[in-house]
């Protein structure tokens, strides 16, 4: 299996040039078959969706257009699984396999509290590679090339995928495992990789690590940075300019969700990501009236799967505020998500009647001259009201005698954007922390009862 991209023509820009350009009718011919399949898939194997199905009055075979199957269907939220599986230990009513067929389990990163737990069949984790191999190639990615990953292998599923699509591309796989930080930037200078797979603030990380132990990192040997697991070089132009002058090489990333698929590899363009439509079904709403959103605007993701048979996810709700657009400028006909996510409907506080997103926030920090990308989100709540202050690292370039004007601009560049103040407190160079998954951006600090009632709404 991983000996057929040798086959491919290395010149071509396309994965797979047929599916990657079929045209918009066509796809949906295709997502309408597979969407059909899915639901009687999960209705015949998993008592859960037999229930939701039932209760909501439609069969799988009254789905007859995708306008059936978004307005029939009931939503599915990731809530609903994790009190399933606490109910009934491991996977709840929602495995629709044979634990037989199980080839490997991992779990979500449980930032927001409970880990979900997720089972793959061994054909769900070829299809889930399938996708990263896509992204690999887009970016210029080939099978010659050398993967150093620089993580620790735990339950997370994130770079797992990444692992089974290195496979799937048939390159070469260098695990760092759980070594320090100086302990990466001597194996890669011992190894010589081409491509460093982690978080994208790692990448950055590592680099400043690099220049402590007097390596210039740049001068490694890289030829691709790729990343996942938090917004990254097509979400924040100015994180991808940082990474690939830190490491000489040129930076993608991969949006996914751990528990539904790898279904979004970063543009060539470099300015979003398409959504594998082989692999998945996806469209948007509006997440306060549930209508859905046409092209062009903005609205929540919601996801059907056809990578994981295991645990089918189907009509999932994302979360994540997405700008989808039906055209771009690579010439690949798949969904095109601009800017990647844009924000969260759960990652949202409301500051004097103003919804501020995260995202949002992070954008405009990505975009100030001194400032770099650490930085954190410190919720609290004053005389009854939310508030946000910014702490942010300024880059090491920067005076401190420069730190108070730098953080007034700011400030004022944050306002004239999203309409709202902010405070911004800056902070000397590696005084934030530094995380080798997921970087920790929210710090609440509001009290517990607080965000108990906000969590629930």
């Not at 796809?27 to 939701?52: C, G």
């Amino acid at each position: 299996m991983s000996m057929r991209p040798f086959l491919r023509n290395q010149d071509s820009p396309y994965w797979n040039r047929y599916y990657e350009t079929m045209p918009r009718r066509q796809l949906d011919e295709l997502h309408l078959h597979r969407i059909r399949a899915v639901l009687q898939h999960a209705y015949d194997h998993t008592s859960f969706y037999r229930r939701k199905l039932d209760e909501a009055g439609v069969l799988p075979g009254d789905i007859r257009s995708l306008q059936d199957f978004k307005r029939k269907v009931p939503l599915m939220d990731k809530d609903e699984f994790i009190m399933l599986q606490e109910e009934r230990p491991i996977y709840g009513e929602t495995l629709a396999v044979d634990p037989d067929f199980i080839a490997q389990h991992c779990e979500t990163s449980g930032t927001t509290g409970i880990p979900l737990r997720i089972p793959y069949t061994g054909y769900d984790t070829e299809r889930y590679g399938e996708a990263w191999a896509c992204a690999f190639w887009w970016l210029g990615v080939r099978p010659k090339d050398r993967f150093y990953f620089a993580f620790n292998w735990g339950p997370f599923a994130g770079f797992w995928s990444c692992y089974w699509g290195v496979r799937r591309l048939g390159a070469t796989v260098i695990p760092g495992g759980g070594q320090n930080s100086e302990g990466h930037i001597r194996m890669i200078q011992r190894l010589k990789p081409t491509v460093l797979i982690c978080t994208p603030t790692y990448a950055l990380h590592l680099a400043e690590v690099g220049r402590a132990m007097g390596v210039d990192t740049a001068s490694l040997g890289l030829r691709f940075t790729f990343h996942a697991g938090e917004p990254g070089p097509c979400a924040i132009p100015a994180m991808r300019r940082q990474i690939e002058e830190a490491w000489g090489a040129r930076s993608g990333e991969l949006l996914g969700l751990a528990e539904v698929h790898a279904f979004a590899p970063s543009c060539p363009t470099q300015e979003g990501v398409h959504v594998d439509e082989t692999g998945c079904f996806t469209w948007s709403r509006d997440p306060e009236t549930g209508d859905e959103v046409p092209p062009d605007k903005i609205g929540e993701n919601i996801i059907t799967t056809y990578v994981n048979n295991a645990q089918p996810l189907i009509n999932y709700r994302t979360h994540d505020l997405v700008e989808r657009h039906n055209e771009c400028a690579c010439g690949r006909t798949w969904a095109f998500l601009k800017g990647v996510v844009l924000g969260r409907t759960d990652f949202m506080v409301t500051i004097r009647g103003t919804n501020v997103y995260q995202s949002a926030v992070e954008n405009i920090i990505g975009h100030i001259e001194g400032l770099s990308t650490h930085y954190e989100l410190v919720l609290t709540r004053v005389s009854g009201m939310d508030r946000i202050c910014v702490r942010a690292e300024p880059v090491p370039q920067v005076p401190a005698d420069q730190y108070d004007q730098l953080a007034h601009t700011a400030a004022g560049r944050i306002h004239e954007a999203i309409k709202v103040r902010l405070e911004v407190e800056l902070v000397a160079p590696g005084t934030l922390p530094r995380y080798e998954l997921k970087t920790r951006r929210i710090i609440d600090q509001r009290p517990k009862e607080v965000r108990r009632v906000l969590d629930r709404v």
